[in-house]
């Protein structure tokens, strides 16, 4: 969201550069540009830590490009953005569909949106012969959205008087920074189409640093839903501002185009097929009829919310005409408005926002209940890891309660996502006993789950004998396929750099985890030779640093994603913590900024209040 707000900026900067360009006021535009960039200095300075922690990590993460040439099917890597194309247009909004800002259910509100007992589908089921209780508890869910994105859980509405407010600011108001916001409002429209209009979709994602790393394209429209209500404000303040005359006129215009446009939407209603893609699935499991009834829903909604938004629009014309008939007040007219639009956004808002989706503290603190599953795994207070089958690797519900190789994250690390998508996916469950997963959680046919230990996991640590060298990332994940992790370690011979091709390995050679912390892991090694010892823990070389013995080593990529650390022989006290740098750093950074913003605030407020004393004494 600020990455799209920072392109709207630029082009409010740079309609106000233009401006004072026009006027010839260089020393106002260097002194607008001086602000602007100290201000900008400060609020990046203020937030440096998270800035640059973030910025470092994304090259990590599932948000850079890809460092594999193949696909997991085999087939050659054509595109070189971080997110596929698919993948960061799958939301990609209809452009018919945008109709939706001014009458929010034309393509069917949602994917669980509730019917009453008026709705064809209620009726299909009576006729079905399902009692009355269970036909209307089942119409309370249905999947009515029939547009381009593959789950929507709410129209994006703007509300019927925004938006005719917005267009009586386009025909009545003499500034031209109307044009900027509307402008605006269209470029993030247009973008939320995505895949639908992808000549400015592929330019973005091909040449405008940073957005290729987003995905939901449709999300850009928090723009337009910021430019339309000032837009709004403005058309309002400019109408009282007219003489009556103008006041007419600009009524009358913006009424007729808004009402203009719900007209031209009903007479386009018999193009439309009230139809998606999903409707296969109803009709295969649940028959045609099923889908007839649902499509006739679709039609009455698309029909009344047209008629709900020309009612609304009506209502606030309507208040304006009696403003200017001096009926009403100014400030009442105002107050009536806003009530009027408040209703029309609060109705549509608690069809999808209600009570129910506001849930205690303690909910929120406890958002799954331990299942038998669960209790009975943690009966073993060993560390190890827990994988939930059908969770995949986002599964939150078993990170909640053990230790897991995922968990949900909108970026999560590249390697670890691979791992998955290329070996796991694939039933390879040697990652799975190198990661450390000493169970694993089924369901059966009934759905009810069960564990399975894993009697091959590696533990925390372990020597290996061999070490296989390849050259590139693809012979790396290409080595997995078929290795015995438990004996031979993978490394990338560019990276990193290794004295011996094998070592010795016996019985006598032990690992044993002391202590484990998030951000601070300790081993205890004992071995007759120099060995290479693997830690079943990610590697990430800007935050984790290795100790032996209290002295700082360095420590190898192994396996595509583990870590690993040449041993010499003894016994020896390992050591890994994390200690980012780039925190460091940016704590202070943030911290001089801070005080720098604190000292611009006190300054500012010393000279201006020594500017008011001084104009009350030469006042009097």
């Known amino acids: 969201m600020t990455y799209y707000l920072l392109i709207f900026l630029l082009v409010l900067v740079g309609y106000f550069a233009f401006q004072f360009i026009k006027e010839k006021d260089y020393k106002g535009l260097g002194i607008a540009f ?4 100290i201000a900008g200095i400060f609020a990046i300075g203020a937030n440096a830590t998270n800035l640059l922690a973030t910025t470092e990590y994304t090259k990590f993460s599932t948000r850079e490009k ?46 669980n949106e509730t019917l009453g007992t008026d709705s064809s589908m209620y009726q299909f089921m009576i006729s079905q012969g399902v009692p009355d209780s269970q036909a209307q508890d089942y119409v309370k869910g249905m999947p009515t959205y029939w547009g381009d994105q593959p789950i929507v859980a709410a129209p994006a509405y703007i509300g019927a008087v925004v938006f005719f407010l917005a267009f009586l600011a386009l025909f ?32 973005f994602i091909d040449y405008i640093p940073l957005y290729d790393k987003f995905r939901a ?27 009556q005359n103008q006041q007419k006129k600009g009524l009358l215009q913006s009424t007729l185009f808004g009402l203009g446009v719900l007209l031209i939407l009903f007479l386009c209603k018999g193009t439309f097929s009230f139809s998606t ?55 009442t007219t105002i107050v009536v408005i806003g009530l009027v639009m408040i209703f029309d956004l609060f109705v549509v808002d608690k069809k999808y926002v209600s009570e129910k989706d506001f849930v205690s503290k303690r909910e929120i603190e406890v958002p799954f209940q331990a299942t038998p599953v669960d209790a009975q795994i943690l009966q073993d207070s060993s560390n190890y890891r827990v994988f939930e089958i059908n969770g ?61 230990a894993n009697p091959d996991a590696n533990g925390n640590a372990w020597f290996v004998s061999q070490v296989k060298l390849v050259p590139t990332a693809d012979e790396e994940m290409k080595a997995l396929d078929q290795l015995d992790s438990k004996n031979v370690a993978v490394i990338n011979s560019k990276e990193f750099t290794i004295n011996k091709s094998a070592f010795v390995k016996d019985s006598s050679s032990i690992i044993t985890l002391d202590s484990y912390q998030p951000n601070h892991l300790q081993y205890t090694s004992i071995n007759a030779n120099e060995g290479l010892a693997v830690f079943s823990e990610m590697y990430y070389k800007n935050g984790w640093n290795a100790y032996i013995d209290g002295n700082k080593v360095e420590h190898l990529q192994v396996d595509y994603v583990l870590r690993a650390l040449v041993l010499p022989a003894g016994k020896h006290r390992v050591e890994f913590k994390f200690e980012p740098q780039v925190v460091q750093t940016g704590s202070t950074i943030t911290l001089v900024s801070s005080i720098g913003i604190l000292l611009l605030l006190m300054g500012g407020i010393y000279f201006e209040r020594k500017k008011t004393i001084e104009m009350q004494q030469n006042g009097k």
């Open 392 to 452: 995949n690797l986002s599964s939150a519900r078993a990170s909640f309660f053990h230790k897991s190789i995922g968990g949900y994250h909108a970026a999560k690390p590249r390697r670890m996502q691979q791992l998955f998508d290329y070996q796991i996916a694939k039933n390879n469950l040697e990652p799975l006993n190198f990661l450390n997963v000493k169970y694993l959680i089924q369901t059966d046919k009934e759905g009810k789950e069960f564990p399975i």
């Open 172 to 203: 009545i108001d003499n500034r031209k920074i109307k044009y900027v916001f509307f402008g605006g409002a269209m470029f993030a429209l247009v973008l939320s189409w995505g895949k639908n209009f992808p000549v400015l979709t592929n330019f």
């Open 277 to 331: 893609s999903s409707d296969d699935y109803f009709i295969k499991n649940y028959g045609p009829a099923f889908v007839d009834a649902l499509k006739a829903d679709r039609k009455t909604m698309y029909s009344a919310d047209l008629l709900r938004s020309a009612f609304f629009i009506l209502l606030v014309a309507g208040s304006l005409w009696l403003f200017i008939k001096n009926k009403l007040a100014q400030q």
């Open 66 to 111: 890809n460092e594999l040439t193949f696909n997991r099917n085999g087939s050659k890597v054509t595109e070189n953005s971080a997110l596929s194309r698919d993948y960061i247009t799958e939301y990609s909004y209809g452009i018919a569909e945008s109709f939706n800002l001014v009458a929010p259910r034309l393509f069917g509100g949602s994917n």
């Open 217 to 243: 394209v449709s999300s850009i429209q928090v723009l337009l839903e910021l430019c339309f209500p000032v837009l709004a404000v403005m058309g309002l303040q400019s109408f009282f501002q007219l003489d």
């Open 34 to 37: 001086g602000v602007l960039a």
